[in-house]
């Protein structure tokens, strides 16, 4: 990397505003868990410090031992085990690791173990019917198109925009730094293909991610380290057919790197749009199309400024909005106070 390019210096500059944003909301997160659990314990309130527990009055008085007789998914969600799913995922994979080094018959370069998309998936249908049989397949499959939980359609802006917006700077800026970049030629009859194959496929990942492992990790962690900790399994799923496309290690690094943040975006996404799983595969499927429509089907995308991109949006997230649940906007604390 030159130091000595100023365009460099600038992505430099980007991404230590990034990185202090993140550190900045994290440091926030702990002084208001602190706080909220100094006054906790003067106000004598029983239960430990965690989602919803900030101000009496602000949350419905329901006890919490009421909630284990509602036969909601939230609640059956907690039987879900992740590291069993994480075990059978990787252990179901290793077949297509092993013999699908071969590139994909397809303009977009993929190998032939990019279709493992489809294991996280498979792997949580299969501890779905062993926990509730063939009613846990059917509740499970069912959050794939679970709209209905949006009730704030504005959540759709950023859900399919946010990545698309993500490429379109990355472009920008590579333009901007004079690196050679062709023309785009992928027809536009191309994209409602591309557009639906990335929803197929989104809903193979994310019925798994999102559908069944994250809730657990989030009830144990919080969601800014669950989506962490997820976005880092989520790398090293994808870690075999990246080393098989004869992918750099610099640029294995940052890619995993953003794929990291991007599930933090992800999880903010979903714990905003009720825990719709439909969200996050509408998320998916837009960064997929925003990377196949980089010039051309991704040959000349770089995961470095995209990583930058993706650095900076996460810190305004993480300082924005509280990092247990990531859906409360900090700066609006005081005035729900006043209530």
Request: charged share 15%.
């Amino acid at each position: 990397m030159d130091t000595k390019n100023p365009t460099t210096n600038l992505i430099i500059g980007i991404a230590t505003f990034g990185l202090t944003m993140l550190v900045a909301g994290v440091k926030l997160y702990r002084r208001h868990r602190m706080a909220s659990f100094v006054s906790g314990a003067q106000d004598d309130v029983p239960g430990e410090v965690g989602i919803g527990n900030e101000k009496p009055g602000l949350v419905p008085d329901i006890p919490d031992t009421a909630e284990t007789h509602k036969p909601s998914y939230a609640n059956e969600s907690q039987k879900n085990q992740p590291l069993t799913f994480f075990l059978l995922l990787f252990a179901i994979t290793i077949p297509y690791w092993v013999f699908g080094g071969k590139s994909l018959p397809i303009p977009v370069k993929l190998p032939v173990s990019a279709l493992a998309a489809l294991n996280p998936m498979i792997a949580a249908l299969i501890l779905s019917y062993r926990q509730s049989g063939s009613k846990g397949i059917k509740k499970l499959f069912g959050r794939a198109f679970d709209y209905k939980k949006i009730k704030n359609p504005i959540w759709y802006i950023p859900t399919l925009l946010l990545p698309l917006l993500v490429y379109a700077l990355s472009y920008v800026v590579m333009r901007w730094a004079g690196k050679p970049l062709p023309d785009p030629e992928i027809p536009l009859l191309m994209i409602p293909v591309l557009m639906g194959a990335s929803f197929f496929f989104g809903i193979g990942e994310e019925l798994g991610w999102m559908g069944y492992a994250i809730d657990p990790l989030q009830n144990r962690w919080g969601a800014l380290k669950a989506a962490i900790f997820l976005g880092i399994i989520w790398g090293l799923f994808h870690l075999i057919p990246d080393l098989q496309n004869h992918q750099t290690a610099e640029w294995i690094l940052w890619q995993r790197f953003g794929t990291m943040l991007l599930r933090v975006l992800m999880v903010w996404i979903y714990n905003n749009t009720g825990k719709s799983v439909f969200s996050s595969i509408l998320f998916h499927a837009a960064n997929n199309l925003g990377w196949a429509l980089f010039p051309n089907f991704g040959s000349h995308y770089d995961p470095f400024v995209t990583g930058v991109i993706l650095l900076v949006l996460t810190g305004v997230v993480v300082l924005g909005w509280d990092a247990k649940t990531l859906t409360r906007y900090r700066f609006s604390t005081q005035g729900h106070d006043k209530r």
